[in-house]
């Protein structure tokens, strides 16, 4: 035979579950509540809270995390075929991973409004990325993204490569480094060795021709020649830089057929014309900004120029890397 509860302790479950209900129908858990209800992607310990007390450190801290959400939240951007600068490539929104902030927050024990919150955030794709656009050149990445490209151009000579790799070493900064398929040829085993290193490389065409004057057919053996080298590396290419710049609408087209894109610079140290490496260190402090793709080339102008041109970039709070870092569309503030 059951036993009857004392009403007091009904009266007690009657109040708690209020309160629970309103929390959970008009309250900061609202949505979390509702996101249970409909089979969302709530994990126990944010349905623990949703359940308990609503004025529970625990109840506090996930509400902090949901009101500063919105706030933090940023929308993606397209990429966009522009009049000037042709092919600009997209940036991923962001928005706040509150199951893992919560997770993460409780571990360190941070209390709301803690300077340092252990934000976590999730990526926010756009809708348009650069795969998705024309067939155009590339001449910079998005302006919402703080990264800058080192693009170094070998068609002659290692004289200067070496040193220049230890200052990227020493820096701890990875570049991309297009290939003459000429001088890839005769380097191989350096080649190599820059790869070893974790640095991007490219195609750069086979004979350092200007583009723009040679037919289809000529182009896709320039371009063909020299991604075959590539793939003796074993190296999985995405970009074709045209020797000095010289391209037409056949070029991007042919190095479509290979599935690369043509990019080009945002700014040029014109290392080859032998200035002072501080006058090009101060071009590059005065012009560089994000999503800048600088090119050079492995000369004594720009062995002097690289570790200045490094911290000239870090200072004005964006990250040297490759080619395809800077072009991505992926956040640079997104943790997992």
């Not at 944010?46 to 450190?57: T, W, Y």
């Not at 037409?248 to 190095?255: E, Y």
């Not at 043509?262 to 071009?283: F, G, N, R």
Request: proline fraction near 6%; charge should be positive.
């Amino acid at each position: 035979m059951r036993k009857k509860m004392p009403a007091g302790f009904l009266a007690g479950l009657a109040l708690i579950g209020c309160a629970v209900w309103l929390a959970g129908s008009y309250g900061p858990l609202r949505s979390y509540v509702q996101d249970v209800k409909q089979g969302g992607a709530a994990d126990a310990a944010v349905i623990a809270v949703a359940n308990a007390e609503p004025e529970s450190d625990d109840a506090r801290l996930l509400a902090y995390i949901q009101s500063e959400a919105d706030k933090r939240m940023q929308q993606p951007v397209d990429a966009v075929i522009d009049r000037v600068w042709k092919a600009i490539p997209g940036y991923d929104g962001r928005t706040v991973d509150v199951q893992a902030t919560y997770g993460k927050a409780k571990s360190l024990r941070a209390s709301p409004g803690d300077k340092g919150f252990p934000w976590i955030y999730k990526a926010i794709k756009p809708k348009v990325s650069l795969k998705d656009l024309p067939v155009q050149p590339i001449y910079k990445g998005n302006a919402g993204k703080p990264s800058v490209a080192l693009m170094i151009n070998v068609a002659w000579g290692d004289e200067y490569l070496a040193p220049m790799l230890d200052i990227l070493k020493e820096a701890g900064v990875k570049a991309t480094f297009f290939f003459d398929g000429t001088w890839l040829s005769k380097h191989m085993d350096t080649a190599k060795a820059i790869i070893a290193q974790g640095h991007e490389v490219s195609n750069h065409a086979y004979t350092h021709p200007d583009m723009s004057k040679l037919g289809a057919a000529r182009q896709r053996e320039e371009i063909g020649r020299t991604e075959e080298l590539l793939k003796k590396l074993g190296v999985r290419n995405e970009w074709f830089a045209p020797p000095s710049g010289y391209y037409n609408a056949n070029t991007v087209k042919v190095a479509s057929e290979f599935g690369l894109r043509t990019v080009l610079w945002t700014l040029d140290t014109i290392d080859w014309m032998k200035p002072d490496p501080s006058a090009v260190v101060e071009k590059v402090s005065r012009k560089v900004g994000p999503g800048s793709l600088i090119l050079m080339h492995p000369t004594s102008t720009s062995r002097g120029a690289l570790a200045g041109m490094i911290k000239a970039i870090r200072a004005k709070g964006l990250t040297p890397g490759t080619v395809s870092e800077t072009l991505s569309s992926e956040r640079t503030d997104v943790r997992l």
